[in-house]
């Protein structure tokens, strides 16, 4: 069983839609969740983190964590075209490394 | 103005060759990274520098040696590439704060190897 689980996609929505993007894990000892957004030929840039479960909102994004179920979300609402990117789930075991998903490709179409 | 850098952006080369990759970070992090990313966008640890101590030296063939000549510098250098080599490779930099991780990227060098 792979560490992280994520459909890479391709997500197709149209623009105003809720995006909904999700990651398994199999780690216990993941201590951080991450959501990292990827422009085309671009590096990571960090978008949310949180490091219990529940809820955590910003803006357009909420993420979400059940460690109980060992399941990361990541809800875009009123999506725009420019959020068309790949957006990669990403833990951090306190190790000094991320581990992150394959990431998910999200087109959202105008 | 740039927090981290990498050069060349660009790096097409034949097998057998050795070639470096430069990482600044402008950013006053104690934390320096090279990731891998393969065509498949899956982003692998490499190594991880911490005022310039290797921390973390993942399954990575030999061939490859970092080198941190000061906090704000990491530098990758590969030898006798492989055209398994063929990859995007990133640099990131953190603030050693021993909890969270916010990591900065650069924009990745591309490198082919033919």
């Known amino acids: 069983q792979k560490e992280v689980e994520q459909d890479p996609g391709p997500l197709s929505v149209p623009e105003g839609a809720i995006v909904s993007l999700n990651c398994t894990y199999s780690n216990s000892a993941f201590q951080y969740f991450m959501w990292y957004r990827q422009y085309s030929r671009k590096g990571p840039e960090l978008l949310m983190y949180t490091y219990s479960s529940g809820n955590k909102e910003d803006g357009r994004f909420t993420a979400q964590v059940d460690k109980s179920s060992k399941y990361i979300s990541l809800f875009i609402r009123d999506s725009q075209p420019s959020d068309s990117a790949t957006y990669l789930c990403a833990f951090y075991t306190g190790r000094r490394a991320l581990t992150f998903g394959s990431g998910t490709r999200l087109q959202v179409q105008p | 103005d740039t927090a981290v850098s990498q050069t060349p952006k660009y790096l097409v080369t034949q097998m057998g060759n050795d070639k470096s990759i430069k990482c600044e970070q402008n950013?006053?992090?104690?934390?320096m990274y090279w990731y891998k990313q393969d065509s498949k966008k899956f982003l692998k640890i490499m190594f991880s520098y911490n005022n310039k101590e290797l921390i973390i030296n993942e399954t990575v063939p030999n061939r490859f040696s970092p080198k941190s000549p000061d906090k704000a510098h990491l530098n990758l250098h590969i030898n006798s590439l492989e055209l398994g080599d063929s990859a995007v490779y990133f640099c990131?930099?953190?603030?050693?704060?021993?909890?969270?991780?916010?990591?900065?990227f650069g924009p990745g060098t591309r490198l082919l190897v033919l």
């Open positions: 950013l006053g992090h104690d934390t």
């Open positions: 990131a930099s953190s603030q050693d704060s021993g909890m969270e991780e916010t990591q900065y």
